[in-house]
């Protein structure tokens, strides 16, 4: 018995994943096949009718992003729909590749149930529907084959009556060589409603019902003796517009060569051409806005770029939009609500556009609109600006009231040749320089954009080797008591020197470590190798015992599930005291979520861990909240540091923090001291410790080293100054 189940294909090399998918999917009841591997996976699909590809980007060997380019290289495979199933975090690059690669839509792991399904389910129906319409057109290729058949039984039967049948579902007529109709069945009157006598006494009237934009093509049908058979509209008799599908063949006549007319069989077809009309609908509009789609996109860019091209049009724009947020809010209010929000989206949008301009959903919460025949550019920025605007007012979405924002990147195109994917690619890059730029702005395109796109893409597969080939180091900064110049502890930075660009400033790479997620792997690095190097100084003797050594901890690294697990565990490797590391985490990680920031740091402090805020003053923090945080000291950022003393606005704000982090029990170390002045107006605002050029660059281990075993203090010149403790 043959298998009638929808197949979908999992790709994913960890085999516990394939089976978390196929469990989400069992009530489905689809034939579910898995694969561990690029190459075991496209011999599936090229074997097996697949109704959609879950497909895992991140596999040893051939990636996801290879396997999908090995399958819309393939004729067999490129209809298939891919979404990819991986933990990369959409705000990538590799979002953007995979789209470009044609992937349908993006699940980011843990992967929820709800969401798993609700996709799965759209491409399920059009797979099945899809199926529905083959065996319909088969179903249509045999019936023509049984009137080619019949036609030998018929000649045998009298002349008039051979070609028709009273009683034949379908609607028969016989038109004579002049053109009148000399027969027509009686199943006319049940497909149009008019009775047979009207046709017959008026050889116009079938084209009087025909519809009018189909008028002239049957009308050439019929006049055109090599034609066979056509797709055409009528209005019956209540005004409701009908599908019908034509067969027509000649009447030979008794006498070789001679013809008697036409044998015309008429068969309604709306159903099928309404399932027609709704796959292709599908097929090029996004199933939950019904907005257009990837493929529609840049069929209509395309065709708008070529008439720029021949000169037939004026300026085309393109804007990239993205939610700003849109995670967030999808999941604090869940994925349904999230999916209400973003129609809302859409149809804000279809309000701020013309009528001949282009709306359509490129993938998770990213739209994009096409503006074609713009009279100039300023056209196209009030169109985006409108698009901001409207962003920014609140939706009511299932009684909940959600304030959002977009970011917007704007290409435009005249007639220099630019081919839809790349004016996209132009667009795309301008609205990540909008959100680089603070989010709930848009940004025009231009070539310097596109230079520093390639440039950061160049410095990311640097950075992916230079993590390979360990071309990373730490260096150590003091940290001073401003009170007697002693030695407090130092502060760990991350320093990169490449094979060929020489040093790299963290100003540059960080940024891009933060963007990709290398600054998971690369912090965690950081911490193991300074828990070692400060637990060899402690090892060594000396003051070591009494210094603490301060880490960052980004945001990204904060926010990770299993923190305070990946902090111990470097501790207790190395053998460091707890209570010797200091954790640095800036203001806006620590309260991105507060409830959940004071668990982790009491979590960690029951250890022994301590903790600093770091670039106090640059975020918003809760008076309230940092009462209920852990913590030890604020660090003050050097941008307050360097103008406190041309800035009395700035030297109140480092007054405050000093005073405020009083009251909580807390000292205060200032960040970029370069003079002796702003070391004493510190020091006389009771700042506890300083660092900064004036006492020492950030140097390499040994040279801490030395200074910890000298124990010295530290005057202005950038060197301690040995003596007893």
């Known amino acids: 018995m043959a298998n009638d189940k929808t197949p979908i294909l999992a790709v994913d090399d960890e085999r516990m994943n394939l089976r978390l998918l196929q469990g989400m999917l069992k009530p489905f009841g689809l034939e579910f096949l898995s694969a561990q591997s690029g190459p075991e996976a496209l011999a599936i699909a090229k074997s097996k009718d697949l109704a959609l590809i879950l497909l895992d980007v991140m596999m040893p060997g051939m990636d996801g992003f290879q396997v999908a380019e090995a399958l819309r290289d393939d004729p067999a495979t490129r209809h298939i729909p891919i979404i990819f199933v991986t933990a990369i975090n959409k705000e990538q690059q590799h979002v953007f590749r995979g789209y470009e690669l044609g992937a349908v839509d993006y699940l980011f792991k843990p992967v929820e149930a709800e969401v798993l399904c609700g996709k799965v389910r759209v491409f399920v129906e059009l797979h099945r529907q899809r199926r529905a319409l083959e065996d319909a057109s088969r179903k249509l290729l045999r019936n023509v084959e049984e009137l080619k058949a019949s036609k030998v039984a018929l000649e045998e039967s009298e002349l008039r009556y051979r070609t028709v049948a009273d009683y034949n579902h379908d609607w028969e007529s016989w038109i004579g060589a002049d053109g009148r109709a000399l027969y027509v069945s009686p199943s006319c009157e049940r497909i149009s409603g008019y009775p047979p006598q009207a046709f017959q006494d008026d050889p116009e009237f079938l084209h009087g019902i025909v519809a009018a934009e189909d008028r002239d093509t049957v009308r050439r049908f019929l006049g055109d003796s ?13 005004g409701e517009q009908r599908w019908l599908n034509v067969v027509r063949r000649e009447v030979p006549g008794p006498e070789k060569g001679a013809s008697l007319g036409w044998r015309l069989s008429m068969r309604d077809i709306t159903a099928r ?202 260096a150590f900064q003091p940290i001073v008591s401003l009170r007697d110049g002693r030695l407090g502890g130092f502060e760990t930075l991350l320093r990169w020197t490449h094979p060929r660009r020489g040093p790299v400033s963290p100003a540059d790479f ?22 070692g190097v400060m637990r060899g100084w402690q090892k060594a003797g000396g003051r070591a015992g009494e210094l603490s050594l301060a880490v960052n901890v980004s945001a990204r690294q904060f926010a990770k599930p299993g923190l305070a697990e990946d902090v111990l565990r470097a501790v207790n490797c190395s053998g460091l005291t707890p209570e010797s590391l200091k954790l640095e985490i800036t203001e806006t990680a620590i309260m991105d979520n507060p409830r959940n920031s004071v668990q982790k740091l009491h979590r960690l402090r029951q250890d022994g861990i301590r903790f600093s805020i770091d670039d106090f003053g640059t975020g918003y923090s809760s008076l309230g909240y940092l009462q209920k945080f852990p913590l030890d000291d604020l660090k003050i950022d050097l941008s307050f540091v360097r103008v ?63 200074w910890v075993r000298k124990s010295g203090r530290f005057n202005g010149s950038g060197r301690p100054r040995t003596g007893s403790a």
């Open 273 to 474: 051409k309404e399932a027609e009309l709704q796959l292709r609908h599908l097929a090029l509009h996004d199933p939950l806005t019904g907005l257009a789609n990837r493929t529609l996109l840049l069929d209509r860019a395309g065709l708008a770029l070529e008439r720029l091209k021949r000169g037939r049009g004026r300026v085309a724009g393109l804007v990239f939009l993205d939610l700003d947020r849109f995670k967030i809010i999808n999941d604090s209010l869940g994925h349904a609500r999230g999916d209400l929000l973003l129609v809302e989206v859409g149809r804000r949008i279809l309000g701020c556009v013309r009528g001949m301009d282009l709306v359509a959903r490129f993938g998770g919460d990213e739209f994009i609109l096409l503006l074609e025949d713009l009279e100039s550019p300023r056209e196209a920025i009030q169109v985006a600006k409108r698009v901001r605007d409207a962003m920014r007012k609140p939706f009511l979405i299932d009684g909940h009231e959600i304030t959002t924002s977009a970011s917007l990147g704007l290409a435009l195109a005249d007639s220099d040749g630019v081919g839809a994917e790349e004016l996209i690619r132009h667009a795309n890059i301008a609205m990540y320089k909008a959100k680089e730029g603070g989010k709930n702005r848009f940004h025009v395109f231009n070539e310097r954009m596109l230079e520093q796109a390639v440039a950061a893409l160049r410095l990311e597969n640097d950075l992916r080797r230079a993590m390979r080939r360990g071309e990373f180091h730490l």
């Open 644 to 706: 406190m003393e041309s800035s009395p606005e700035n030297l109140e704000i480092v007054r405050t923090i000093i005073g405020l982090a009083h009251n909580l029990g807390l000292s205060v170390v200032a960040e970029g001291i370069e003079s002796e002045t702003q070391r004493d107006i510190l020091a006389d605002l009771g700042c506890e410790y300083g660092q900064g050029y004036l006492f020492s660059r950030p140097v390499p281990e040994a040279e801490a080293e030395a």
């Open 510 to 531: 960080i940024p891009v470590a933060e963007e990709t997620g290398m600054i998971i792997d690369l912090g965690q690095w950081v911490l193991d190798q300074a828990c």
């Open 226 to 238: 090599r034609a066979e058979t056509l797709d055409f509209r009528i209005r019956n008799s209540d």
